[in-house]
Structures are given as C-alpha cells and as structure tokens.
C-alpha cells in the first residue's frame, strides 16, 4: 500500500511539474501553494481539473 501511495504521489508531482512547465500560470497545487508561501504569488486559486492558479491580489 505504501508504495502504491509513493507511486501515486510521484506521478501527481511529475504531472505538476510537466503543467507548470506548459502553462506558467497554471500550476499543481502543491507547486503553487509552495510558490505563494515563498512570496511570488499572493492568492492561489482553483481553477478546476485539479490545477491551481496564483494571483498577485484579490479574491478567487
């Protein structure tokens, strides 16, 4: 069970990593939220199909 949840994990972060590289706006959200806490973005938003968008100000 441990290595099926490792397994899914490290697919989640390879799929995160392969959109933010695509779509520089639209990121994973584990990616994004790491992105807001270091300062870039302000807001981190869901924008649907499990991906993230960072916001510089205001609401979702």
């Not at 695509?22 to 807001?36: D, F, G, Q, W, Y």
Request: net charge neutral.
């Amino acid at each position: 069970m441990k290595k099926l949840l490792a397994l899914v994990f490290i697919v989640a972060l390879v799929l995160g990593v392969a959109v933010s590289t695509l779509t520089p706006t639209v990121e994973a959200a584990p990616k994004c939220i790491a992105t807001c806490i270091n300062g870039w973005y302000w807001v981190c938003c869901p924008v649907g199909g499990g991906q993230w968008e960072c916001f510089w100000d205001g609401p979702c």
